[in-house]
Every structure is written in structure tokens, then in C-alpha cells.
């Protein structure tokens, strides 16, 4: 039961900074020159902040989940061998 409730947390997370990396490009960095003379001024707007955040955040918690289901998938591999178990 714990890993579907850990399942949905990862998923959530990889939600929120697809959404936000794409949010950014469309309201804070668009590709366009409007969207370059006007950079320089919503780099600091509130909204963009929040994005940039989200991204940052998003990309280190997806990076640990990475490492622990890693950790979790060698240490049961460990466990085995040292115990001699074929399972």
C-alpha cells in the first residue's frame, strides 16, 4: 500500500515540474520578441519565481527518488545473495 501512496508522490512531483517548465517558457521566457524584450522584467515577477522553484525542486526530488528506489532495488538484491535465496 505504501508504494502506491510513494507512486502518486513521485508522480505528482513529475506533474508539477513538466507543468512548470512548460508554464515558464510560455509566460516568463517566450520565444518570440516580445518574449526576449520582456524577459528581463518577468524574470522577477512573482509567477516566474514560482516556476523556477517548482523546476528546481522538481528536478532534485525526482533525482533522490531516483537514488532511493535505487538504493531500495540493490539492498534487496544484497539481502538475497548474502542469504543464498534464488526468489
Do not use: Q
Not at 18 to 24: I, K, L, N, P, R
Not at 27 to 36: K, P, R, T
Not at 58 to 79: D, E, N, P, Q, R
Amino acid at each position: 500500500m505504501w508504494t502506491i501512496e510513494i507512486g502518486g508522490i513521485y508522480f505528482v512531483w513529475v506533474a508539477l515540474h513538466y507543468g512548470a517548465a512548460h508554464a515558464y517558457t510560455s509566460f516568463c521566457a517566450n520565444s518570440s520578441i516580445y518574449g526576449f524584450i520582456t524577459s528581463p522584467l518577468l524574470v522577477a515577477a512573482p509567477h516566474c519565481v514560482a516556476f523556477r522553484w517548482t523546476i528546481n525542486m522538481g528536478a532534485s526530488v525526482i533525482g533522490t527518488m531516483w537514488f532511493v528506489l535505487g538504493t531500495w532495488i540493490s539492498t534487496k538484491l544484497l539481502m538475497n545473495i548474502s542469504l543464498g535465496r534464488r526468489d
